[in-house]
């Protein structure tokens, strides 16, 4: 009887504690859904409400206009001039998180002792928990000088604010989140890919990028995905160190104009409440957030299409 009842009251604690893990997983589910109902609505308000000059904002001059000035006249809202400047910026620090972050992730698995090991990780998760308004300030007040000298000694020409700096301090700053999951995932290769490498009369350095990365592919795909999502949604770095002006250019060395730091811009005060300059933060935050949809996506494709089980 007394077995009987204890089962029963932990089956009951079970059951408990299954709807709570589910109803929190719910929560960010609905959260999800109400973020994209409420972009939705504000976007379509930004649609339909009228210019001063009696037209309409219209979704393909929207989408594919190479010119955004809502708060000049005459007005343009074409958003590819901030989806030129936040894709230069993730390229540059990708580009720089791949080649630091896959380096330090193969290293830490593959050639550093344990006492060496010990000491680089927590130098990362310093990097990790350092505020982005930090990064921005060191990218404007630090490295902007370094390449302006630069510019100088080889004769070519680069301005204060510009997408290479904040594209490089961006990508120190995704490194730490690069090299922790790829690092996870080299170390979860078994050891007997690695001994019947050797086996063969593979090198280390052999073994480390023709075996183990290959076989961590999926890890290390994910951890890029991560990285590229969250150096799209950066805002403070892109807002100190890039600059406000939305050309629609590749040039690392322009000043461009991010979409989060125009929505930062606006939120400021740069437009009244209500208006149509300031329903622009909503229809660029909703591409923002297709942007990064998007991205999670290919991110889960790949690490379903490339998933080892060992």
Do not use: C
Request: proline content about 5%; aromatic content about 12%; hydrophobic content about 50%.
């Amino acid at each position: 009887m007394e077995y009987t009842e204890y089962t029963k009251s932990r089956r009951q604690k079970e059951k408990f504690a299954v709807l709570i893990l589910r109803s929190i997983s719910l929560l960010s589910v609905l959260t999800t859904i109400a973020i994209l109902f409420f972009l939705s609505f504000e976007t379509f308000n930004f649609f339909t409400t009228e210019m001063e000059d009696g037209r309409f904002v219209k979704p393909w001059d929207f989408l594919f206009g190479t010119k955004w000035t809502p708060l000049f006249k005459p007005q343009s809202f074409g958003i590819l001039p901030l989806v030129a400047g936040t894709l230069l910026v993730t390229v540059i620090a990708v580009t720089v998180a791949i080649v630091l972050g896959l380096s330090t992730a193969v290293f830490l698995s593959e050639y550093a002792p344990e006492n060496v090991r010990r000491v680089i990780k927590p130098i990362l998760e310093v990097l990790a928990g350092i505020p982005t308004v930090v990064y921005g300030y060191f990218a404007l007040t630090f490295v902007t000088p370094i390449l302006m000298n630069l510019s100088d000694v080889f004769g070519f020409s680069m301005i204060i604010f510009n997408a290479l700096s904040a594209g490089l301090v961006m990508g120190i700053m995704i490194t730490p989140m690069v090299s922790t999951i790829s690092e996870d995932a080299l170390i979860s290769v078994p050891q007997h890919l690695r001994d019947a490498s050797y086996a063969m009369g593979a090198k280390k350095f052999q073994t480390a990028f023709r075996v183990v990365v290959p076989a961590a592919l999926s890890g290390i795909a994910a951890s890029l995905v991560l990285g590229i999502s969250r150096a799209i949604g950066e805002t403070m770095i892109v807002t100190v160190a890039a600059g406000s002006t939305p050309n629609f250019t590749f040039n690392p060395l322009e000043s461009i104009q991010a979409m989060t730091a125009f929505i930062v811009q606006i939120s400021l005060g740069e437009a009244p409440h209500g208006s149509l300059e300031y329903s622009t933060i909503f229809a660029v935050g909703l591409v923002l957030f297709i942007m990064t949809l998007s991205l999670n996506i290919i991110g889960k494709w790949l690490v379903s299409k490339y998933s080892e089980n060992y």
